[in-house]
T-cell receptor, first 115, second 112 residues
């Protein structure tokens, strides 16, 4: 059983550019959540995908968008990058949404730096 | 926005001592979880306590929950250098882990 993987590990972009981050969920998991963690802060929920549909969104502007593929891997896209988008982006996978707690398993994150 | 705050923001102890960190949150929850993060990397789930539970143990970890005060504490007993990390509490309103709201974290340093 493979864990959650993310790519790339590090990324440097300039303001105004666009970026795509990728996440492969743990085997058998059909739900992926994305979080943004600024330096010295706790992670903040961006959005979640369940069976290729967005299922909940945090307080992030529309330039943050996502996608989930039939194999349940996911992408996070950020357009028109701003300096404040510099952060660690974490994805987490879990199994299903129906009733009761489903533990989320986190990937190692992608460190994005916007210059 | 963050759900709440951990207290203290930073804690430095010696190996063998106990470490206690607290978490406060703002609204009603279904469960509260504690996570550990090493060096700004991925989060590792430590323990979950449901809103109808008051205390839970897992190995050297003890978690308490006081819903009347909207607070929780994490106790790590007999700490080790390998426990050095940031610890976050996260609340779940839905009970399905669909959206975790994290606190600001406590940075724990355990020295030899």
């Amino acid at each position: 059983e493979t864990g959650v993987t993310q790519s790339p590990t590090h990324l440097i972009k300039t303001r105004g550019q666009q970026v795509t981050l990728r996440c492969s969920s743990q085997s058998g998991h059909n739900t992926v959540s994305w979080y943004q963690q600024a330096l010295g802060q706790g992670p903040q929920f961006i959005f979640q995908y369940y069976r290729e549909e967005e299922n909940g969104r945090g307080n992030f502007p529309p330039r943050f968008s996502g996608l989930q593929f039939p194999n349940y891997s996911s992408e996070l896209n950020v357009n028109a990058l701003e300096l404040d988008d510099s952060a660690l982006y974490l994805c987490a996978s879990s199994l299903g949404l129906a009733g009761g707690f489903r533990e989320q398993f986190f990937g190692p994150g992608t460190r994005l730096t916007v210059l | 926005s963050q759900q709440g705050e951990e207290d203290p923001q930073a804690l430095s102890i010696q190996e063998g001592e106990n470490a206690t960190m607290n978490c406060s949150y703002k609204t009603s929850i279904n469960n509260l979880q504690w996570y550990r993060q090493n060096s700004g990397r991925g989060l590792v789930h430590l323990i979950l306590i449901r809103s109808n539970e008051r205390e839970k143990h897992s190995g050297r970890l003890r978690v308490t929950l006081d819903t009347s005060k909207k607070s929780s504490s994490l106790l790590i007993t007999a700490s080790r250098a390998a426990d050095t990390a940031s610890y976050f509490c996260a609340t779940d309103y839905t009970g399905t882990a669909s959206k975790l709201t994290f606190g600001t974290g406590t940075r724990l340093q355990v020295t030899l």
